[in-house]
């Protein structure tokens, strides 16, 4: 039997779950699911990813929206719920959606003790799943974007140790937080901030116990150096990155105003689904009259509490401009010019070449 379903495997005709988005009709044949709402929550989720490039960062996005996602129960029913972390993850890692088939995903191992056999499972790398077919679902992502955004989770977990992965960018004084590697062993450096910010190389004192940090700097000279070299790279290009970063902003506004009207839709559907079941109900029989009157007003108080959220969320003003102004384009030319200390002129910028200007 085990070589019969893997036999099926090989040829990607073993009717495997599926994740919420895909559907199997009848013949066994895989569709996208045919609830429009549901298809464009789930692009939703992979779009903002590529924009944002943070799952954190996608689920704060859902959460101010006041979306749902679409999962489904034991039944096949699909239920929208709050997003969470976990379900977003597992969104952006499910290689369905990239319309892959995939078996051998995971590893299990028993263990044998005196509370009876234990098993557990483990999430195995790409590279070691036992059967990969490319092509066979209807697919959400192609492979190829697939393949970066698994790069991507990877990279937002930082491992100090391993110095695998930089890890996402947190809140502190250090611009080099999980970017800076040792010069002497090639670990990646940690953060201090107690007293003066420094940046430390801790891998030999962690793996040996009592041995000195292999580097122990100070960030604000390495920081420095590094802003220096930033602002004599700046240009009049970077003004066209910046516009096209708020094209993006206001392009994943737009989406994520269209699905909130999808949810609103949704709602008021509901809303009357509720309502005529209401109405077909027997009066006499207040039980059942009773039960259905509750659910409609449920569904009133979700209609309701969705339309308000909705124009409140019209009503926030905006943080920044769709489109440069002059005004702003000029300060972004002046970033990184400093004042001439001998002609009181802003013609100097904070490269070496800059002190020997200013030095003259």
Same mark, same amino acid.
């Given at each position: ?18 994740? +919420? ?37 996608? *689920? ?7 979306? +749902? ?13 709050? @997003? +969470? ?35 557990? +499972? ?27 955004? %698994? ?12 110095? %695998?992965?930089?890890?996402? @960018? ?29 940046? &430390? ?16 700097? @100070?960030?604000? @000279? ?24 708020? =094209? ?13 009207? %999808?949810? *609103? ?8 689904? =509720? ?11 207040? &039980? ?35 489109? &440069? ?36």
């Amino acid at each position: 039997m085990r070589a019969g379903i893997v036999n099926k495997a090989e040829r990607g005709e073993l009717a495997l779950g599926l994740p +919420t988005g895909l559907v199997r009709d009848e013949h066994g044949l895989v569709h996208k699911d045919p609830n429009l709402e549901v298809q464009d929550r789930i692009s939703f989720v992979f779009e903002a990813f590529l924009r944002l490039r943070t799952a954190g960062q996608v *689920l704060r996005v859902l959460n101010e929206g006041g979306l +749902t996602l679409p999962r489904r129960d034991r039944f096949g029913d699909v239920l929208w719920k709050k @997003p +969470t972390i976990s379900i977003v993850t597992s969104i952006l890692k499910n290689p369905a959606y990239a319309g892959a088939f995939v078996y051998g995903r995971n590893s299990h191992t028993r263990t044998h003790g005196p509370q009876g056999t234990v098993v557990r +499972t483990k999430r195995l790398e790409m590279e070691q799943w036992r059967i990969l077919i490319k092509d066979k679902y209807p697919a959400y992502v192609d492979w190829e974007t697939f393949e970066r955004i %698994q790069k991507m989770l990877k990279d937002n977990h930082a491992e100090y140790e391993r110095n %695998q992965t930089r890890g996402v @960018p947190r809140s502190g004084k250090a611009l080099l937080a999980g970017l800076l590697y040792c010069g002497e062993c090639a670990h990646k450096m940690m953060v201090r901030y107690t007293g003066a910010t420094r940046y &430390l190389c801790t891998f030999s004192h962690q793996q040996y116990g009592n041995t000195p940090f292999c580097q122990n700097l @100070p960030a604000d @000279p390495v920081d420095g150096a590094v802003l220096e070299a930033f602002f004599e790279a700046l240009s009049p290009v970077e003004l066209d990155l910046y516009e096209k970063a708020m =094209a993006g902003r206001e392009k994943m506004k737009d989406e994520a105003q269209h699905a909130r009207q %999808q949810q *609103l839709e949704r709602f008021r559907y509901q809303a009357e689904l =509720a309502r005529r079941r209401f109405e077909r109900a027997d009066p006499d029989n207040r &039980l059942v009259a009773a039960e259905l009157e509750r659910r409609w007003e449920g569904a009133l108080r979700e209609l309701r509490q969705a339309e308000e959220s909705e124009v409140a969320d019209q009503h926030k003003d905006r943080s920044f401009p769709a489109e &440069l102004t002059e005004e702003l384009k000029a300060t972004f030319k002046a970033i990184g010019q400093r004042d001439c200390p001998r002609s009181g002129m802003r013609t100097c910028s904070p490269s070496p070449s800059a002190r020997l200007c200013c030095a003259a």
